[in-house]
C-alpha cells in the first residue's frame, strides 16, 4: 500500500476535475455575455474566438496535462494489487486521452479540422477504452475479495439489470430480460 500512500490520486482527481468544469464555465460565461455563442453551443465552439479561446487551451492543457500523469500512479497502483498486462494497457489509452485533450484545445475546429477530430477522437476514445478496461481490471480485484457484491456491482451498473431469480443473480446478467452474459 505505499503506493497508495505516496500519491494523493483521489486529490489529484478532484483538482483536475473542479479546475477544469470552473475552467469551462468562466469559457462558456465569456463567450456568452460576448455573443460569440449561443444558450446551448458545442464545447469546440469556445476555441474559435479570442478572449474565450486563450482560456480554452490553457484549461485544456492543464486538464490533458493531469489525464495523462494520472496514468502513472494509477498504473503503479493496480499492478502493486492486481498485476498483468491490463493495468499497463489502460495506462496507454489514458495517456493517448490525455494528448487528445492538450491537442483539442492546440487546434480548434476552424483551424485544422482533421487534427481536431483526430484529438477528439483520442481524447474521448483513449478515455473511453482505458475507463472499459479499469472497469474489468477492478471487477477482477474485487471479484477475489467480495464476489458477490462484484458481480451484483459490476452488473447492474455497468451492463444491465440483474433477473429478479435468486440463482440468476449470482450468475446471469441480463438486460430487457435478455441474459447477456454469466460471470
Known amino acids: ?3 497508495v500512500n505516496s500519491y494523493p490520486v483521489y486529490r489529484l482527481f478532484d483538482f483536475f476535475m473542479l479546475t477544469g468544469t470552473l ?3 468562466v469559457c462558456y460565461a465569456i463567450a ?3 455573443g460569440h455563442v449561443g444558450t446551448f453551443c458545442d464545447i469546440s465552439s469556445l476555441v474559435v474566438q479570442l478572449p474565450e479561446r486563450i482560456i480554452f487551451r490553457m484549461n485544456f492543457s492543464l486538464v490533458g496535462s493531469l489525464l495523462a500523469a494520472m496514468a502513472f500512479p494509477i498504473h503503479n497502483m493496480l499492478q502493486k494489487r492486481v ?3 491490463a493495468p499497463t494497457f489502460a495506462a496507454i489509452f489514458q495517456c493517448l486521452s490525455g494528448l487528445g485533450v492538450i491537442l483539442v484545445g492546440a487546434c480548434g475546429p476552424s483551424e485544422i479540422i482533421e487534427v481536431h477530430l483526430l484529438a477528439a477522437f483520442l481524447g474521448f476514445g483513449g478515455s473511453a477504452f482505458a475507463q472499459i478496461i479499469y472497469n474489468f481490471v477492478f471487477f477482477s480485484e474485487d471479484k477475489q475479495t467480495q464476489p458477490d457484491s462484484a458481480k451484483r456491482i459490476f ?3 455497468y451492463v444491465g439489470s440483474l433477473d429478479d431469480d435468486a440463482e440468476a443473480k449470482s ?3 441480463v438486460h430487457m430480460g435478455v ?3 454469466s460471470l
Open 23 to 25: 475552467g469551462l464555465g
Open 171 to 173: 450468475s446471469t446478467v
Open 179 to 181: 441474459p447477456l452474459l
Open 83 to 85: 498485476g498483468g498486462w
Open 155 to 157: 452488473a447492474d451498473f
Open 32 to 34: 456568452r455575455y460576448l
Open 1 to 3: 500500500m505505499a503506493v
